[in-house]
């Protein structure tokens, strides 16, 4: 077993383990733990979601290199949603989409909104 193996596996299984904990603060402690500065300027804040890319080696099929080009990065990427709270706990990610998926698309994709 090669060490990339051993990586690739444990991070599914902590995946796998933080994926049936709730990590969303209930209101009351993001207000506790929200920074006065920002409870200032955002009070009613639950959650920041932010998009990033992570670069992949280009795909041999032709649809999913189309599927995977972000035009953003001019390569090929996979994109995911971050939710984080305002004292900085990571909150939610969504699944990985390609990098041609907008923020919006994949903000209407997880149900944020739900």
């Known amino acids: 077993m090669t060490v990339s193996n051993i990586f690739v596996s444990m991070i599914s299984f902590i995946a796998e383990q933080w994926?049936?904990?709730?990590?969303?603060l209930s209101r009351s402690l993001t207000d506790y733990y929200m920074p006065e500065s920002f409870k200032k300027a955002y009070p009613s804040t639950r959650g920041i979601i932010d998009g990033t890319e992570v670069f992949i080696a280009k795909p041999?099929?032709?649809?999913?290199?189309?599927?995977?080009?972000?035009?953003?990065?001019?390569?090929?990427?996979?994109?995911v949603l971050v939710t984080g709270n305002p004292c900085g706990l990571i909150s939610h990610t969504t699944p990985a989409f390609g990098g041609a998926t907008s923020d919006r698309q994949i903000v209407e994709r997880c149900d944020f909104d739900k």
């Open 19 to 24: 994926g049936k904990i709730n990590t969303w």
């Open 60 to 79: 041999s099929n032709p649809r999913l290199q189309q599927a995977t080009w972000s035009s953003y990065k001019n390569a090929n990427t996979v994109k």
